[in-house]
């Protein structure tokens, strides 16, 4: 059987690297030994095209219409509250960064809003990130027939070929923000 789930897997070990750094940044913002507010414009960036175009296009467009495809029910099932999940972040991540534009350009008091949306969006994605891994992707494996999966996998190239260099791009981003962070 041809696999379907551990590129997302892999995927989701960056993400999980740059919420760390969203985290640590922010407890940091919070006693005010952390102001780099263009962190917060990267880290933006990539959720947007990274964690959404990159990774969660493969998900909605591909992994869970294939699900939805084979039976799982499109309405309150696990592919159901995934979605609900990527909704509920992309609103974290439109609040986040319009407070940390404000802060980029001088506004006084949005570290709170900045913390608020950046620990809301933390633990929002550790937890989906979790149960995909954990429940959806192997269920997942477990269903879905092998006359389903070569095109699942072409469907996933297709999606990589949209967003050109975006892996390797992304890599680098959170590499050097983790260097800065042990420096
Ligand atoms: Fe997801
Ligand atoms: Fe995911």
Same mark, same amino acid.
């Given at each position: =059987?041809? &696999? /379907? ?15 760390? $750094? ?22 933006v960036?990539?959720i947007r095209?990274?964690a959404d175009?990159?990774?969660h ?10 699900? /939805? ?12 509250? =995934?979605l609900m999940a990527h909704d509920q972040g992309r609103a974290y991540v439109r609040n986040m960064e ?10 006084? &008091? ?11 969006y933390?633990?929002l994605l550790? &937890? ?15 269903? $879905?027939?092998?006359? =389903? ?35």
């Amino acid at each position: =059987m041809k &696999d /379907v789930t551990s590129v997302m897997v892999e995927e989701h070990k960056l993400i999980l690297r740059m919420i760390e $750094l969203v985290e640590k940044n922010t407890r940091l913002a919070e006693t005010g030994l952390f102001n780099d507010w263009a962190f917060y414009i990267d880290a933006v960036d990539f959720i947007r095209n990274y964690a959404d175009r990159f990774h969660h296009a493969k998900e909605e467009d591909i992994l869970f219409k294939s699900l /939805v495809e084979n039976g799982m029910p499109a309405e309150n099932s696990p592919v159901a509250a =995934m979605l609900m999940a990527h909704d509920q972040g992309r609103a974290y991540v439109r609040n986040m960064e319009a407070a940390a534009r404000k802060a980029l350009v001088g506004e006084a &008091d949005q570290i709170s809003i900045v913390a608020e949306n950046a620990y809301g969006y933390v633990a929002l994605l550790r &937890d989906h990130i979790d149960k995909e891994n954990n429940i959806l992707y192997p269920l997942a494996e477990r269903v $879905l027939p092998e006359a =389903m999966r070569p095109a699942m996998v072409e469907g996933y190239a297709r999606a990589e070929e949209k967003a050109p260099g975006a892996g390797e791009r992304y890599r680098r981003m959170v590499e050097r923000y983790e260097t800065k962070q042990a420096a």
